[in-house]
């Protein structure tokens, strides 16, 4: 990613790059992957302490470059209080990063879903896109030692509520 951290004074600019295995993203009731990604890159204020005397500045993130496996976890636990966010957050199986950047397409292949109101309690379960059909709408569901098949408009309706890290494929472009 590259953050950039611009003084509201004088307008001095600072950037540099950072980079991540995976992003978190705030969860807000009924939005997007898309509008997750796309609030994680605004502006937002910061108290920097500038040559000029202010401490008011921006700061924004921004995709620098986009990698093959892109790895999302939904912030589900307040910092503070670790009290569980149950916001619906609408899935489905392909997602257009919202950058300028090329080759910003990418396909849902796998879900981990998190019920019950502690981090250190509830159940895990995991959901793939079956290995035997990219593109399809088969999936399969890990569910401790069971694993069982499912679709996937099913999976995505069922755990939108419980998404707790979303993997995606970068779509081939031909
Ligand atoms: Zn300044």
């Not at 999302?72 to 009290?83: P, V």
């Not at 999936?139 to 499912?150: E, F, M, Q």
Request: proline share 4%; hydrophobic share 30%; net charge positive.
């Amino acid at each position: 990613m590259n953050s950039s951290r611009t003084c509201q004074r004088c307008g001095v600019r600072s950037q540099r790059e950072e980079m991540f295995t995976s992003l978190c993203l705030d969860v807000f009731l009924d939005a997007t992957v898309e509008q997750l990604l796309q609030d994680y890159q605004q502006t937002v204020p910061v108290d920097y302490a500038c040559r000029c005397g202010s401490n008011k500045s921006i700061m924004a993130s921004t995709f620098h470059t986009l990698p093959q496996n892109l790895i999302l976890q939904l912030k589900r636990f307040k910092t503070a209080t670790m009290e569980k966010r149950h916001d619906a957050v609408h899935l489905s199986p392909e997602l257009q990063v919202p950058t300028h950047l090329s080759d910003r397409f990418y396909r849902l292949v796998s879900i981990i879903s998190h019920s019950g109101t502690t981090p250190d309690s509830g159940h895990y379960r995991s959901f793939g896109l079956h290995p035997d059909q990219r593109g399809g709408q088969r999936w399969l569901c890990y569910d401790d030692n069971i694993v069982s098949a499912t679709r996937g408009p099913d999976v995505f309706r069922g755990v939108q509520e419980t998404a707790y890290v979303l993997f995606y494929q970068k779509q081939r472009t031909c």
